[in-house]
């Protein structure tokens, strides 16, 4: 019988493994750009069509998601996605550069897999909560927070470069950028490890496994890009963790 989770795992655990030899193979988006089919979407609908599966999941099962305490994570995960697939895309700069179609359709397979397995772990969880369950919860809910809000002003910092700088990259300041050079991947990471504090399940720390490490391995390639880039560029800031990597 065929097992539509259970495959899902194993593509999202590859896609996490994977993420570490986008720069062997050459493959890539924004500055690093370079693939081998020639063929490119607008970034805004790049973005769209790849991180849409999320909320197509949550249509789906909408008349089965009942409104309690246990599908908390369910509204933490459709919170981010509509942010992504709605109002992020429509903010993008005129000058992002296009996405490769190979880019966009890798990621429409990890979101169809990722957003079934977030959304049906969820869907009838049935869990009896204690006083500890809900200190979790709530010190998840204010990670994700800051998490999510961070990842979005350090989205706007990078847009504001491209409106000021046309197609020229300067170094970002401001924010997790402080700390890291990619700021808005680390705010992402901490917005997912917030979820899977909500979450307290197998599926939630899956989502955050996969973006650590698939965020980490562009970060890294990121921090490297910025150093060869840039003569001055902060000998402090990090790749992804702050003071460590």
């Not at 977030?118 to 010190?139: A, E, G, K």
């Not at 800031?237 to 990597?245: D, G, M, T, V």
Request: hydrophobic share 45%.
């Amino acid at each position: 019988m065929f097992d539509f989770q259970f495959i899902s795992v194993i593509i999202i655990l590859g896609f996490s493994l994977a993420a570490w030899t986008a720069d062997l193979l050459k493959i890539g988006y924004g500055k690093h750009l370079s693939h081998y089919m020639k063929l490119t979407l607008p970034p805004r609908i790049g973005w769209i069509l790849y991180e849409c599966p999320n909320l197509i999941w949550f249509v789906y099962f909408l008349p089965a998601i009942s409104l309690d305490f246990n599908r908390l994570p369910i509204l933490l995960f459709v919170t981010h996605y509509f942010n992504r697939v709605i109002i992020y895309p429509l903010r993008l700069s005129p000058l992002a550069r296009p996405i490769p179609v190979e880019v966009v359709a890798s990621a429409i397979l990890f979101t169809t897999c990722n957003g079934y397995i977030q959304i049906t772990t969820h869907l009838n969880r049935d869990l009896q909560l204690y006083l500890p369950d809900y200190l979790r919860i709530l010190v998840g809910i204010l990670i994700f927070i800051y998490g999510m809000t961070s990842n979005i002003k350090c989205d706007n910092i990078l847009r504001g470069l491209k409106k000021e700088n046309s197609n020229e990259y300067k170094i970002p300041y401001g924010n997790l950028f402080e700390l890291v050079s990619s700021g808005h991947y680390l705010g992402e990471i901490i917005e997912w490890f917030g979820y899977f504090l909500v979450s307290g399940q197998w599926s939630g720390f899956l989502f955050f496994f996969s973006t650590l490490s698939i965020l980490s391995a562009r970060a890294v390639s990121t921090h490297k890009w910025y150093k060869n880039k840039f003569d001055n560029y902060p000998k402090n800031r990090k790749a992804i963790i702050p003071f460590i990597l």
